[in-house]
T-cell receptor
């Protein structure tokens, strides 16, 4: 069975600081990888996704993530965070060519950006 | 982009009553819908997968008689929490995928259920 672990439960950063949120997954085959964001009181939104090709994926709002197959990792990064990035971030995975297999989510990382 | 709506957004009910939550895909045909439950400060836990026109597949530990799922059309799935108890209080989220969305799922805004 697949599993996803996010190392940080709560990260607190000052504005303009750089961000890196860790995500590791366990699965023996090829996977699709996702990062979702949930702003306070809002629904999940897709930040970025990796299916194949260039392992450095760029998403919305200046976020990017790098897939490192040897480390089973898909860490999320942003060079300079803003107060509006305060949200809950979820890493998710499902097997490629999975048909209707649902996403498996990590437990999420809460990001608080302070002025 | 694909839009998924949920109704109601919040519901408060008395213990022992049943509550129905609707999940609609507004601009695409959802061949598969997923129901998740999100506990405070925890991740999304998959409850069940439903394909249009067939019975839902429930995850281990999820009572199918308590959480009734119907996916009668390509744009609507419903989750009914029967004989709700306070421990059923949670945030319920649906997601949907269609023929053209590949493996990407689109999430609804969630429904906050509070059982008194």
């Amino acid at each position: 069975a697949q599993s996803v672990s996010q190392h940080n439960h709560h990260v607190i950063l000052s504005e303009a600081a750089s961000l890196e949120l860790g995500c590791n997954y366990s699965y023996g085959g090829t996977v699709n990888l996702f990062w979702y964001v949930q702003y306070p009181g809002q629904h999940l939104q897709l930040l970025l996704k990796y299916f194949s090709g260039d392992p450095l994926v760029k998403g919305i709002k200046g976020f990017e993530a790098e897939f490192i197959k040897s480390k089973f990792s898909f860490n999320l990064r942003k060079p300079s965070v803003q107060w509006s990035d305060t949200a809950e971030y979820f890493c998710a995975v499902n097997p490629q060519n999975s048909g209707n297999t649902p996403l498996v989510f990590g437990k999420g990382t809460r990001l608080s950006v302070i002025a | 982009g694909a839009v998924v709506s949920q109704h109601p957004s919040r519901v408060i009910c008395k213990s022992g009553t049943s509550v129905k939550i609707e999940c609609r895909s507004l601009d695409f045909q959802a061949t598969t819908m997923f129901w998740y439950r999100q506990f405070p400060k925890k991740s999304l836990m998959l409850m069940a997968t439903s394909n249009e026109g067939s019975k839902a597949t429930y995850e281990q530990g999820v009572e199918k008689d308590k959480f009734l799922i119907n996916h009668a059309s390509l744009t609507l799935s419903t989750l009914t929490v029967t004989s709700a108890h306070p421990e059923d209080s949670s945030f319920y989220i649906c997601s949907a995928k269609g023929w053209t969305s590949g493996t990407e799922q689109f999430f609804g805004p969630g429904t906050r259920l509070t059982v008194l």
